[in-house]
């Protein structure tokens, strides 16, 4: 059973979205699916910096609209930003 493998789930989205109900309704689908043995973790990014590989840092305004999101759905998902702050 492959939900049984506790492996981790990431979920990697830009920031600077805004944090709609249809993306808590896709997160709450994504943590039904993987099942209550896998961590499901929403990495937020930045924007990309340049032409190169790296993300600016996310802004602490930003994340906080996310965590807020986050509560207001308990969601049941951890909840990091790249790179970290």
């Not at 059973?1 to 808590?24: E, L, M, N, S, Y």
């Not at 996310?66 to 990091?80: F, K, M, T, V």
Request: net charge positive; proline share 11%; no cysteine.
């Amino acid at each position: 059973d492959p939900a049984a493998a506790g492996d981790t789930v990431v979920v990697v989205a830009p920031a600077h979205r805004a944090p709609i109900k249809a993306i808590a309704l896709f997160l709450q689908k994504i943590t039904e699916a993987a099942g209550a043995k896998r961590e499901v973790i929403l990495l937020l990014v930045g924007p990309r910096t340049g032409a190169s590989d790296s993300f600016a840092p996310v802004p602490d305004l930003e994340f906080q609209h996310w965590r807020n999101l986050q509560a207001i759905h308990r969601l049941p998902i951890s909840l990091e930003r790249l790179p970290p702050s």
